[in-house]
């Protein structure tokens, strides 16, 4: 049925020249101008005007329902209609508050509340519905060019420290210290991994995947944590025994340590992590993990380090501890043990042996590694910027607790 101008201009409550609002839209979708549609409709520029921006407040005037939109905007959508928008600039007009919106509408309040953060005038702050459909209409176009695609200066920072084997997020963070007044060269951790794993980029070399902790070419869900190896039968101090000074990490001088194992079984690597500062230190275990070699590379490790870090150490139940008792005599290093199949007991050592797996891989034979090797592996992950460490590397928070204070 054509549209045809109402003689009778009188109020209709609330359908309210709801025919004449239908038909001004959809001559403005045509590409008529306000002002011609105001004419061919028969309303005011005004009204016009108000139905393109949202209406004024007036006193006493209570919520109403969102304007329907004729075409293909009825029915649940993922992303806002322009009903919706339009239904949120008449009630901010009015003083509604966001969640009161969002309740009107069905929706989530950060929802509104983001359209409005994102799609509000950039110098006025005002919303304008139709503006911010215009908006959120140019963003919406799929694929969009990565931001590390389009930045060769970015490209080349990010694929050189994945060489290095940083991971994304300490990439992300590094980027912000080295270039502080620039974002056009700061990204998410996230944007890294889709430009390395997300089919169709190419931004950044595939192969660099080998260079992550995993090494995994595909995305897979984190599998649960295996159990650890039986506990000991006889004089085990028990975790739940260690003094709070541990649990807290105020104090350094406490150490957490494990094994990784190699092919078959047959080799392994001692692995110490200090609580405080993160600092690795790897035990050279080429002869094997019996409770004699382990405690004789134990003691090695401890009498070299100063007195004030030689607090305690703290190790799951694996029968290489079988000798706990005559490390403490010889280093007077308390030995506590952990709850069997409780690895978040020592979650910086396990933190630790999930990143030292980049270098000495499983199913590897691990004794083909020299002393040198795992000092040179200790020291780059040392040198490692760490989340937990505010940024800063494990290397130079124990600088700070051997230097003498002045």
């Not at 979708?29 to 004419?39: I, K, L, N, V």
């Not at 974002?183 to 997300?198: C, F, G, K, N």
């Not at 006889?234 to 494990?258: F, L, T, Y």
């Not at 200090?274 to 382990?294: D, F, K, N």
């Amino acid at each position: 049925m054509a549209f045809e101008i109402r003689l009778n201009r009188k109020p209709q409550g609330r359908k309210a020249l709801v025919r004449e609002r239908e038909e001004y839209f959809r001559l403005m979708d045509q590409g008529f101008s306000s002002t011609e549609a105001c004419r061919i409709v028969g309303i005011n520029r005004r009204t016009g005007k108000e139905w393109r921006n949202g209406r004024l407040a007036s006193a006493g005037h209570t919520a109403r329902a969102p304007v329907v939109r004729p075409g293909p905007q009825d029915g649940p959508t993922r992303y806002l209609r322009e009903d919706e928008r339009v239904h949120i600039a008449d009630r901010l007009r009015e003083g509604a508050s966001l969640r009161a919106i969002a309740a009107e509408l069905g929706r989530s309040p950060s929802t509104v509340s983001r359209e409005v953060r994102r799609n509000r005038h950039p110098v006025s702050g005002q919303y304008r519905p139709h503006a911010a459909q215009a908006r959120a209409d140019a963003r919406r176009p799929r694929p969009k060019p990565g931001k590390i695609g389009l930045n060769p200066e970015l490209r080349d920072y990010v694929q050189r420290h994945l060489g290095r084997r940083w991971s994304p997020e300490q990439i992300c963070q590094q980027l912000r210290r080295d270039f502080p007044g620039r974002p056009e060269m700061h990204v998410t951790h996230e944007t890294i991994y889709q430009a390395l794993y997300v089919q169709g980029r190419g931004e950044l070399r595939r192969e660099l995947t080998r260079a992550l902790r995993t090494g995994r070419a595909l995305r897979r869900p984190r599998r649960q944590a295996r159990q650890r190896q039986p506990r000991m039968a006889q004089q085990m101090v028990m975790i739940s025994e260690r003094p709070a000074e541990v649990a807290d990490r105020a104090v350094p001088g406490h150490w957490e340590g494990d094994l990784i194992i190699g092919k078959n079984n047959r080799s392994a690597i001692g692995t110490l992590v200090e609580r405080s500062t993160r600092y690795v230190t790897l035990l050279h275990l080429p002869q094997g993990r019996a409770p004699e070699l382990v405690r004789d590379a134990l003691v090695e490790a401890a009498m070299s380090l100063p007195q004030h870090l030689r607090r305690s150490l703290t190790w799951d139940q694996g029968t290489e501890m079988h000798l706990h008792h005559e490390f403490t005599i010889a280093t007077d290093i308390p030995v506590y043990f952990c709850d069997p199949a409780s690895p978040w007991q020592r979650g910086s050592n396990e933190n630790t042996n999930g990143l030292l797996r980049q270098y000495f891989p499983k199913g590897t034979d691990l004794s083909d590694h020299t002393r040198d090797d795992l000092d040179a592996v200790a020291a780059e992950l040392n040198s490692r910027p760490r989340k937990t460490l505010g940024w800063e590397t494990p290397a130079e928070r124990l600088a700070k607790l051997l230097t003498p204070a002045s």
